[in-house]
């Protein structure tokens, strides 16, 4: 079974920064765009960046300019660097596949999630 294992979440103040770290395994991994989520009490799960194979990347309104995508392809690791970070940033992040099967799922297994708290 597919695994992606999230890591690097936190309690930070208003404008801090966090790094976040998600180990995916290598047949997904590869051949995907990966992207990060995040889902807030009460809310959806939204997909908040993406990056492709090639290293194309692709924001939210509400995060562009303030966090950056990246990936290791040799380690199978994509992180999220996230500054300037406010109160309502405040979720669990997840990632997982940012393409999407037949049913519209990504193509991994939900993880556990990292939760990132923001204190005004």
């Known amino acids: 079974q597919v695994q992606l294992v999230e890591s690097g979440g936190g309690l930070v103040q208003t404008g801090g920064s966090l790094r976040l770290s998600c180990a995916a395994s290598g047949s997904i991994f590869r051949l995907n765009t990966m992207g990060w989520y995040r889902q807030a009490p009460g809310k959806p799960r939204e997909l908040v960046a993406a990056i492709t194979s090639g290293g194309s990347t692709n924001y939210a309104d509400s995060v562009k300019g303030r966090f950056t995508i990246s990936r290791d392809n040799a380690k199978n690791t994509v992180y999220l660097q996230m500054n300037s970070l406010k109160p309502e940033d405040t979720a669990v992040y997840y990632c997982?596949?940012?393409?999407?099967?037949?049913?519209?799922?990504?193509?991994?297994?939900w993880g556990q999630g990292t939760q990132v708290t923001v204190s005004s």
């Open positions: 997982n596949t940012a393409s999407f099967n037949l049913l519209g799922n990504p193509f991994g297994s």
